[in-house]
């Protein structure tokens, strides 16, 4: 029931029915007062008809009156000759055809002579009428009764007949026949269905029209009209049920008091339907005139709200299901509409735009990351954090890279823990749990058996994905197949083990034989000293010569093998990486070479060395063979002037170390840059021995000391015009203390 | 009561016959009339000492009052020779120097360990070993009191 009034049209048309109402009120309300006014006129009417009845009925007691006087002087009453009278009365009461009977009663209430036939003797001595005739001598009007003579209802009239000597002899008596109602009816033109109706207090009929010979003399107490005429004991009207059942608009008046204080009452009664015909048809055309144009009105409504409306709210409505069914291209499209509806219209329009935009941008976004997990070559899952955890999502790439499709591995919750390689089991899932339960970050690495039984290396790292309140979500993270980087590990390991076995011998050989090839050197020149000592007269001067050269040759031997055994421990005597301070040592190989530097008559400066991580032993060696080289190439006549500077060189390649770089500028005898390459390998010299010693390894060991520090070495010079050497050197190393760039 | 000097053997383990040619020309160039006796490697140096194998002979050998020890030598080297000398409650009071061509770290610091008097790292010159000699001898037979035997 409330959902039919929750309909727009519903409501509208209510509304217009509300806006009528008053005016329907109105009309009604002016119909029943005009129907009530028309009633009161025909009661009115009514009343009047009654009074006429009554006041007709007046008139014949008048008549009665004179009648009765001018009867009782008549001689055949006056004698006392009972059929004279007789014979008089009965041709009397044929030209009174309203009386019933004309008696004359003597004092003894027994009749002498009557106008009736009928000869059967009566007494009317207890009637209360001729005993008020009897007391007053005065024209009486006795109560409606029923004439004991003929039977009928009559209204008796009693006159007292004197004697001759005034004394009351006898007594006249006319009893009007109350069918004179007829007559009276047909007097006052009574309406067709109407009645006329006299009745006396006690409820008995006295005179009835029509059908008189129905209702009278019958005492009908309980009909309502004659309840209703009772009840009044005066003049009204009443709408009530008649003696014959119809209803009828009544009005009823007394009749004049009989002498005995009896009272009786006319009504006259009019059918309801015929005394408001008029009026209720009036009242039924205002009725239906409005009936007809509220209709008209509704028809109207609906119409308009149709037409202005609903129509509108139909397009709109229509849009909106559309939208919420999903097709987000649905538009109202009312562009030109004005008003309220116009602008919802316009508004939706534009909603709707800018829900197909979001939508569109949602979609794309969804796919491009969609295809992001898709199709990185990861496996990318989510698994719920409770109890049994089991899999939310596994990306496609799980096929390729285990062998297992999405749908399998979702199916089976057990699928990853049961192709766990055994060995790596335990470990991995107790990991796993309590990752889960502290709701901590998971990373493992371990061997997954693949579908085909292929070993796989996986690396496993997961988060616990956390609400607001830190609540453990959900399990998120990826698989990544390390097979070949594992391999390569175990590959760089072997390797790693052998370089170092290898480095190992290389030093017990380079140790062994330095020492040993260093035997026969020594003896070479112990016995050439001998020679030239102990035969000092038989050696010619080129023999002298010989053998110091065979000495230097020794000599220098010697000093190679060192050498090389210095250049081989750059590698196999390499001590792990700590801070050094680069001012430190450099002030330590200035105090060193303060010989070399008091013999040239040069000069170190020293700008600000940075610390870096690095073997204190090489970098002494560094810096002492770099110094030691711009001291010992200085030109003839000028004293060497050595200047030792440095920067910081932010981190750039994928070692995120910043650089020091540190030179070394001199301005000694310089070199054409086109041997920059060989100065730096092992034994080239530029210069020639006899010039400036050394044996040509210096730059060499620079170049391997800064090379396992993972840095480099250059220079910059000219011919006369010095040498800037270069060192760039990482300030930090990685863990492992290896540092050999490729 | 002190000995004469001039009495003393020194004995020399050494397996490089240059080095002992060398040895002994250093010596006379210092003027050391010291007899000099030459093993050439550890087990002749134990046998020497011990007077077994080819020095059972009492004649053939004297006790030493100085050993001038080599490391590096074939079948037994010095080090081994020198754990031997210093368990022997009878040969351990013999002054042993090792003279040796090894700079290494590790040798001198056993050698040290296992009682040596001294350490000498082998010159590269002649002159400079004969400079040894005239120090060592006047060092070890001049100033130093020797264990009576």
Not at chain 1, 4 to 18: G, P
Request: hydrophobic share 40%.
């Amino acid at each position: 029931m409330s959902s039919f009034f929750s309909s727009l049209r519903v409501r509208l048309l209510l509304l217009v029915l509300l806006s009528a109402l008053p005016a329907l009120g109105l009309t009604l309300y002016s119909g029943i007062e005009q129907r009530r006014l028309a009633a009161n006129a025909a009661q009115q009417d009514t009343l009047r008809t009654a009074r006429l009845a009554a006041n007709s009925q007046q008139a014949l007691i008048e008549g009665a009156h004179q009648l009765l006087i001018s009867l009782s002087q008549v001689p055949q009453v006056q004698s006392g000759e009972g059929n004279a009278c007789q014979s008089f009365l009965s041709g009397l009461i044929k030209q009174y055809p309203n009386y019933a009977v004309f008696s004359v009663a003597q004092t003894d209430g027994s009749i002498f002579c009557t106008s009736s036939s009928d000869s059967h003797p009566v007494n009317i001595a207890d009637r209360s009428y001729f005993q008020q005739v009897l007391k007053t001598s005065q024209f009486v009007i006795g109560d409606y009764i029923t004439d004991r003579i003929t039977g009928k209802a009559v209204l008796p009239f009693a006159y007292p007949v004197f004697d001759s000597s005034g004394s009351l002899e006898r007594v006249l008596v006319a009893a009007l026949d109350l069918s004179w109602v007829n007559q009276l009816a047909s007097a006052i033109n009574l309406p067709p269905q109407s009645s006329l109706l006299i009745v006396d207090n006690d409820g008995t009929i006295l005179a009835r029209y029509p059908e008189p010979e129905k209702y009278v003399g019958q005492k009908l107490a309980e009909s309502p009209i004659i309840q209703t005429i009772v009840q009044a004991r005066g003049e009204g009207t009443a709408e009530v049920e008649g003696l014959d059942g119809i209803s009828r608009l009544y009005a009823f008046t007394p009749l004049t008091h009989s002498s005995s204080g009896g009272n009786a009452f006319v009504a006259i009664g009019v059918p309801t339907n015929i005394a408001y015909a008029g009026v209720n048809q009036l009242l039924i055309r205002n009725l239906s005139a409005l009936i007809v144009v509220t209709l008209l009105a509704l028809v109207f409504a609906v119409l308009i709200s149709d037409l202005f409306i609903l129509n509108r709210v139909k397009s709109i409505i229509q849009a909106t299901g559309l939208i919420a069914a999903g097709n987000l291209s649905a538009r109202v499209g009312l562009k030109n509409e004005t008003g309220e509806l116009g602008q919802m219209a316009r508004d939706f329009d534009l909603m709707a735009d800018k829900l197909q935009e979001r939508e569109e941008l949602l979609r794309s976004a969804e796919a491009r990351y969609r295809s992001l997990v898709e199709e990185i070559p990861a496996v990318i899952y989510s698994y719920s954090i409770g109890e049994h955890s089991r899999p939310l999502y596994i990306s496609p790439q799980v096929q390729e890279i285990l062998g297992y499709s999405a749908e399998e591995w979702m199916s089976d919750q057990n699928l990853w823990s049961s192709r766990i390689f055994a060995q790596d089991c335990a470990t991995v899932t107790s990991n796993m749990e309590q990752a889960r339960k502290n709701g901590e970050d998971f990373q493992a690495e371990y061997r997954f058996r693949a579908r085909s039984e292929r070993l796989i290396w996986l690396r496993d790292e997961a988060v616990v994905v956390k609400d607001p309140q830190g609540r453990s979500l959900l399990l998120q993270g990826f698989l990544l197949d390390i097979t070949d980087r594992k391999k390569a590990e175990a590959a760089m390991k072997v390797y790693a083990a052998r370089l170092e076995r290898s480095n190992q011998e290389l030093q017990d050989f380079a140790y062994i034989s330095s020492h040993d090839l260093q035997e026969p050197l020594r003896k070479i020149q112990a016995f050439g000293e001998r020679l030239k000592v102990k035969f000092r007269e038989q050696l010619s001067g080129d023999g002298q010569d010989y053998i110091d050269r065979m000495q230097n040759a020794a000599a220098r031997m010697q000093a190679m093998i060192n050498d090389l055994l210095l250049y081989s421990r750059v590698s196999t005597q390499a001590r792990s990486f700590i801070l050094v301070n680069l001012n430190d040592c450099v002030r330590e190989v200035i105090s060193d070479l303060e010989t070399r530097i008091a013999e040239t008559g040069g000069s170190v400066e020293i700008a600000d060395l940075p610390i870096i991580e690095a073997e204190p032993v090489q970098m002494r060696q560094l810096l002492q063979n770099l110094i030691g080289n711009a001291l010992k190439f200085h030109q003839k006549n000028r004293p060497p002037v050595v200047k030792v500077s440095s920067k910081i060189i932010p981190a750039q390649d994928w070692r995120f170390t910043p650089t020091a770089q540190i030179s070394f500028e001199d301005n000694g005898i310089g070199f054409d840059e086109k041997y920059l390459d060989r100065i730096f390998q092992p034994f080239q010299r530029l210069e020639s021995r006899s010039e400036y010693e050394g044996s040509g390894i210096g730059l060499a060991i620079c170049r391997k000391i800064v090379e396992r520090h993972g840095g480099g070495i250059t220079a910059r010079s000219a011919p006369g015009q010095g040498t800037t050497f270069i060192v760039t050197l990482p300030v930090k190393q990685n863990e492992k203390g290896e540092q050999e760039i490729s | 009561m002190k000995q004469s000097g001039k009495s003393i053997t020194i004995l020399m383990a050494e397996d490089d016959p240059d080095d002992r040619f060398l040895s002994k020309e250093a010596l006379e160039e210092a003027h050391l009339a010291n007899e000099l006796c030459f093993v050439e490697n550890g087990e002749e140096l134990m046998q020497y000492l011990k007077r077994t194998g080819k020095y059972s002979e009492p004649s053939s050998c004297t006790r030493p009052g100085l050993i001038l020890l080599d490391l590096n030598m074939p079948k037994k080297d010095g080090r081994e020779a020198l754990a031997e000398i210093k368990a022997d409650p009878e040969l351990r009071r013999i002054p042993v120097v090792v003279l040796t061509t090894s700079k290494a770290e590790e040798d001198i610091l056993r050698s040290y360990d296992l009682g040596v008097s001294g350490y000498i790292t082998k010159p590269v010159k002649l002159e400079e070993l004969i400079h040894i000699m005239k120090t060592m001898g006047s060092y070890w037979f001049e100033i130093v009191q020797l264990p009576p035997y």
